[in-house]
């Protein structure tokens, strides 16, 4: 079995981002950037599915321009066989990223397509999702239990009210949850082993995909500061504030 | 043009979540039309006729929809989406699950998260866990937007007197397959639409001490809540995680105990009308956000409050 995980590559998730002062994104210099945490669950859950002799071949793809074949080579220092970055302008719509990566998956003909639930940048959640409706795939989105079994997918997702169980049959997508495991950390040799990994540039047009979008930015704010709080010293003092001031509590 | 929500409901009652919805669909247009999807769900189709502001219920009531799978419910919308210039769901598990699937059948854009309504083309949505506010303008034929709750009021649940369409077509995929559901059961008010929470995180220490927050909530009828490493140390299930990847809520009173307030904690809870944070580092991140700050132990503190109201 095949498996296609993708990654993208985003800020750090520790780092506090500002807006530009003009208002027109984010300010992304000297930032640091890291593969997106759902995606390094994902890649995680590829590596155990083929160390347990579940899949044969795990394969990464990215979609950006050439500063995210960094992500790449850490997806494969954590141990996935070979790369495919899809080269294009960074900050490209959710569609399109959907529409470049369902035709590598085509391509490769995966049986599993293993990405992120949510990129913590955009914070979209739709990118798997869009990527199984496009190749008419079922899909296991916020999955905390991945088993595979007789060309099935059994998959524990965590939905509002608690937790759901789905079966679904290969090929398919699955989108990655917190807990669905706690991702490795790669050794200084895989990371020199990954150097020598195969890594493959692709373009839309290799792919045949035109990419482009109907939505613009007006603009990005930043977001309402709440006025500082004070400090109570006792409980008392705070009943008192929450019942009297804030009148939030009779 | 009217605009179409996707009910959010359990077969049984509709959930608040769509009456928000309902509140931003009639901020782009009048004729607001609501789509429910499920299995004998006819009190569900009630309830959501009686919707202020609601002219018409879509009804598709079938054995196949009755876990409303996206690969099955996406198709149903694509199949009555010609009628339609916008269609919304609230940002749920559910909504999420189907509407980028909606949204790639029509090879449009979906916009995720919306919390403000600016034209019928324009929306606001918070990116960057809420760090940063982008405004957002389409031109897509078809506008698909899941609404985040806390960025509007609900409707009201009654006064309204929809017309009613059965939707006779029943897509059914023989590839997703519902083996099983946990869902947790609580006495508690939901915790999207609880006006009160309080919310442990790892300072709790373990399961068993959620007992201490309890007693509280039992006193303010409120909703309870956890940071992630609360869930993700077993403290409490996956469902009670709020943040930037888990709920969003805004109650008029949110009660942060033990809990450091990372940003993505913070991204879940900061647009609470008062935040009040209860923890012994007196330099913890939360404070920053809360209105009024105690810096104590917990394990004193909260049987105090809960004994005080
Ligand atoms: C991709 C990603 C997504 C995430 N999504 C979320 C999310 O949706 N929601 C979320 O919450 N987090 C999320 N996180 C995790 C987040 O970064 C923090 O790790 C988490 O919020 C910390 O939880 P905490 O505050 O309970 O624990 P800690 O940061 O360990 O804080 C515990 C606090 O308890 C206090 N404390 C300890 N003992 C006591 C006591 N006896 N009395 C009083 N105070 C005490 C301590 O002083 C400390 O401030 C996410 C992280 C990532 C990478
Ligand atoms: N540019 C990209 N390259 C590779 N994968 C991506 C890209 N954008 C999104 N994804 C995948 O889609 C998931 C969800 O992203 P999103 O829908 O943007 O929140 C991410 O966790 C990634 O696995």
Do not use: W
């Amino acid at each position: 079995m095949k498996i296609l995980v993708s990654v993208k590559r985003v800020i750090d998730y520790n780092v506090k981002v500002r807006v530009k002062s003009d208002h027109t994104a984010v300010d992304l210099t000297n930032v640091k950037m890291s593969m997106n945490p759902f995606c390094e669950i994902a890649v995680e859950e590829a590596i155990r599915l083929k160390e347990k002799g579940v899949a044969s071949e795990v394969v990464v793809v990215s979609v950006g321009s050439k500063s995210c074949q960094e992500t790449l080579r850490t997806a494969m220092a954590l141990g996935a066989d070979r790369a495919i970055q899809v080269e294009t302008e960074d900050g490209l719509d959710s569609l399109s990223v959907a529409k470049l990566i369902a035709k590598v998956a085509q391509d490769e003909a995966a049986d599993l397509v293993i990405m992120g639930k949510q990129a913590i940048d955009s914070d979209n959640n739709q990118t798997g999702q869009m990527v199984a409706a496009l190749l008419d795939y079922p899909q296991a989105t916020f999955a905390s239990e991945v088993a595979i079994e007789n060309g099935e997918a059994q998959v524990t997702r965590e939905i509002d009210g608690g937790l759901q169980t789905l079966a679904i049959t290969l090929p398919a997508v699955v989108t990655t949850d917190l807990r669905l495991n706690e991702p490795r950390f790669a050794s200084l040799p895989n990371i020199m082993k990954a150097k020598k990994k195969p890594l493959d540039v692709k373009t839309p047009a290799d792919l045949g995909v035109e990419v482009g979008s109907n939505v613009s930015i007006v603009s990005v704010t930043p977001p309402p500061q709440r006025a500082g709080g004070i400090k109570v010293g006792s409980v008392a003092e705070l009943v008192d504030k929450l019942k009297n001031e804030a009148k939030v509590v009779s | 043009m009217s605009v179409l929500i996707i009910a959010e409901h359990d077969n049984k009652s509709l959930k608040p979540a769509t009456l928000n919805t309902v509140t931003a669909a009639t901020q782009i247009d009048a004729d607001v039309h609501v789509l429910v999807v499920g299995f004998e769900c006819q009190t569900v189709v009630e309830q959501a006729s009686q919707v202020a502001g609601v002219t018409k219920v879509l009804v598709a009531d079938n054995a196949a929809y009755e876990h409303q799978l996206a690969e099955n419910v996406s198709k149903l919308v694509v199949e009555v989406s010609s009628d339609y210039e916008h269609i919304l769901a609230p940002a749920t598990t559910t909504g999420k699950n189907t509407l980028p699937r909606v949204a790639a059948l029509l090879n449009v854009a979906q916009l995720s998260d919306v919390i403000k309504v600016e034209a019928a083309d324009t929306f606001v949505r918070p990116i960057y866990a809420g760090n940063a506010i982008a405004t957002v303008k389409t031109t897509d034929a078809v506008k698909v937007l899941t609404i985040r709750t806390t960025g509007f009021d609900a409707a009201a649940s009654t006064g309204g007197n929809a017309e009613r369409q059965v939707l006779s077509q029943v897509i059914a995929s023989d590839r997703s397959r519902f083996l099983k559901e946990q869902l947790a059961e609580s006495d508690r008010p939901e915790l999207t639409a609880a006006s009160v929470i309080i919310s442990g995180g790892r300072g709790m220490g373990n399961g068993e001490n959620f007992k201490l927050l309890e007693g509280v909530a039992d006193k303010l009828g409120a909703a309870i809540g956890a940071s992630r490493a609360a869930v993700d140390a077993g403290f409490v299930p996956n469902d009670l995680q709020v943040g930037q990847t888990g709920k969003t809520v805004a109650p008029d009173l949110y009660i942060a105990v033990g809990i450091s307030g990372a940003i993505q904690h913070l991204a879940g809870m900061k647009d609470s009308k008062v935040i009040v944070a209860i923890n012994k580092d007196e330099d913890a991140p939360i404070f920053q956000v809360a209105d009024y700050g105690l810096v104590a132990d917990l394990f004193d503190a909260v049987p105090e409050l809960e004994k005080s109201l």
